[in-house]
């Protein structure tokens, strides 16, 4: 098992800068993804940035391409997301998520993802 905790979310003024943390504990050796998604109200979960766990291979969806960043420390088993020029629409519950299997590509389906954090929600005021 792998339990993940996110943290970092708050709120904001649009064109801030936040920076989530999600700390990885339990059975995260071997290869892998982690992952940040995000829920708006009413709306789907959506894929925003991935990162191999061994490779750091990463993946971002085209809304945030460019703005945020996400990185990992393998000591401290985290991985960060930078989110920098923060607009209303980047409003959501953002959630970690780990899958710990190895695949050819990037994985960002979230029926890939086998364990999921808490969400920690971000707000940004206009």
């Known amino acids: 098992q792998v339990q993940l905790v996110e943290s970092g979310g708050g709120l904001v003024q649009a064109g801030a800068s936040l920076r989530l943390s999600c700390a990885a504990s339990?059975?995260?050796?071997?290869?892998?993804?982690m992952a940040w998604f995000r829920q708006a109200p009413g709306k789907e979960r959506e894929f925003v940035a991935a990162?191999?766990?061994?490779?750091?291979?990463?993946s971002y969806a085209d809304s945030v391409m460019g703005r945020f960043t996400i990185s990992r420390d393998n000591a401290k088993n985290t991985v960060y997301l930078q989110m920098n020029s923060l607009s209303p629409e980047d409003t959501a519950v953002y959630y970690c998520a780990a899958v710990f299997r190895p695949s050819k590509v990037v994985v960002t389906a979230k029926w890939d993802y086998d364990y999921w954090g808490q969400g920690t929600r971000v707000t940004v005021s206009s």
């Open positions: 339990g059975r995260t050796s071997g290869s892998g993804f």
């Open positions: 990162i191999g766990w061994l490779g750091g291979y990463t």
